[in-house]
């Protein structure tokens, strides 16, 4: 089993910054891929940021793009998601999640994870 804790989330302003966490522990040889989720209100739950923990191949929807930066830290069992100049169109809960399917595949439309943790708050406002 892997377990999945996200930390980080918080209240800030537009044009602000936040740093998401999520320790991964358990069975870590089940999982290829991890990925940052989030769900804004009212809203379907959307993939924002993937990484392959071999090789490091990253994926970012488009509506992060320039703005989200998804790393892995292997060696700590950590990933990362760092969050610049915040909107507040980007107030969601936001979702560590892995899967052992490899990044290529775990990144098309409509792909489910396996594995999730329970969710950071993250509110941009002034």
């Known amino acids: 089993q892997v377990q999945l804790v996200e930390s980080g989330g918080g209240l800030v302003q537009p044009g602000g910054s936040l740093r998401l966490s999520c320790t991964v522990s358990g069975r870590t040889t089940s999982t290829f891929t991890m990925a940052w989720f989030r769900q804004a209100p009212g809203k379907e739950r959307q993939l924002a940021a993937a990484?392959?923990?071999?090789?490091?191949?990253?994926y970012y929807d488009d509506s992060v793009k320039g703005q989200f930066t998804i790393s892995a830290d292997n060696a700590r069992n950590m990933v990362y998601l760092q969050m610049n100049n915040l909107k507040v169109e980007d107030t969601a809960v936001y979702y560590c999640?892995?899967?052992?399917?490899?990044?290529?595949?775990?990144?098309?439309?409509?792909?489910?994870?396996?594995?999730w943790g329970q969710g950071t708050q993250v509110t941009v406002s002034s």
């Open positions: 990484i392959s923990w071999i090789g490091g191949a990253t």
């Open positions: 999640a892995a899967t052992a399917a490899i990044f290529s595949i775990a990144t098309k439309p409509g792909f489910r994870y396996a594995y």
